[in-house]
């Protein structure tokens, strides 16, 4: 894979000896650097296997790998997992011997490696997105991550991270050959849902029972939210969104109703388990009024 990003000055984002040699870089090395983004970094298999569980890559999966390098992510995902993918990067001789790797190996029907900067991707078939880019740069995909990922994608990164979106589950663990890179041993890897938009206004409705007016605020995956009953405000409570599946609790008589559900665009259904019911019941709902959701 490729660390990479468009900012002339690595200094902040590289450590060590990597860093002094980029910032006292002669003019030719310098314009390789504008041209292709960023010095490539293969990324140890382990780490790849640890990024593939990580996001529970099956057969079913389309894994899009943005800055590819040697394209080893789509490549073991294809071969392991039996999963289809795609890799991007900016360099013509890097996209040229995956495609070669693709073949070889005898997944060139399923994956394949774009010359293509990493902003202009599509991403609309990607069911897993792999990263391995410099900090500056993941923040700059940032919204186009949010924005053009459906809810539900894994997006699954190495080392570096979207900065205060921040991730559903994160692991590290030692990795000795990675010393000679940036002198710490060891590899950080970080999982994201990428929620669905719930911001706005809600009528809730359940089954047989009460009808509620919910107003969600939303910072990425984060919510905050008041519901109204019968006029009455109520505070909702364990306001949960991962991907499409969204969970919240409401005071209901002497104890806590239990709602569970799944999003799709303007509508949500699920059930809800309710004090004192041996059967949970069916709620729906649908959103009355957009809200906007903060990711700046």
Excluded at 11 to 40: K, N, W
Excluded at 149 to 174: A, C, M, T
Excluded at 189 to 218: C, D, H, M, N
Aim: avoid cysteine; hydrophobic fraction near 40%.
């Amino acid at each position: 894979m490729r660390v990479t990003t468009r900012s002339k000055n690595l200094g902040r984002a590289l450590t060590g000896l990597l860093a002094s040699f980029v910032l006292s870089a002669a003019p030719a090395f310098a314009a390789d650097i504008e041209r292709s983004g960023g010095p490539y970094v293969p990324t140890p298999q382990v780490v790849v296997d640890q990024m593939l569980r990580m996001a529970n890559v099956a057969e079913s999966d389309f894994v899009v790998d943005l800055g590819s390098g040697d394209g080893i992510i789509v490549l073991t995902a294809a071969k392991q997992f039996k999963a289809s993918g795609m890799g991007v990067d900016i360099d013509p001789e890097l996209v040229k011997s995956s495609n070669d790797s693709a073949r070889k190996l005898g997944v060139a029907d399923r994956v394949r490696f774009l010359q293509q900067d990493v902003f202009k991707a599509d991403l609309s078939h990607a069911s897993v997105l792999t990263l391995y880019l410099l900090p500056e740069m993941m923040l700059n995909l940032r919204p186009k991550i949010f924005n053009e990922l459906k809810p539900g994608v894994r997006v699954v990164s190495h080392d570096y991270h979207l900065g205060d979106w921040q991730p559903d589950d994160q692991i590290s663990f030692e990795v000795p050959e990675k010393e000679a890179v940036n002198g710490v041993p060891k590899a950080t890897i970080s999982l994201w849902y990428v929620p669905a938009k719930v911001a706005g206004k809600w009528e809730v409705k359940v089954s047989g029972g009460e009808t509620y007016e919910f107003t969600l605020r939303q910072r990425f995956q984060n919510l905050e939210g008041s519901v109204a009953v019968g006029g009455k405000p109520v505070r909702p409570r364990q306001l949960t969104l991962r991907g499409s599946e969204f969970s919240f609790a409401l005071p209901d008589g002497k104890g806590m109703a239990r709602f569970s559900g799944r999003v799709k665009d303007d509508a949500m259904d699920g059930r809800v388990e309710l004090p004192g019911a041996k059967v949970p019941a069916r709620w729906s709902a649908v959103r009355t009024a957009a809200g906007v959701v903060s990711i700046n």
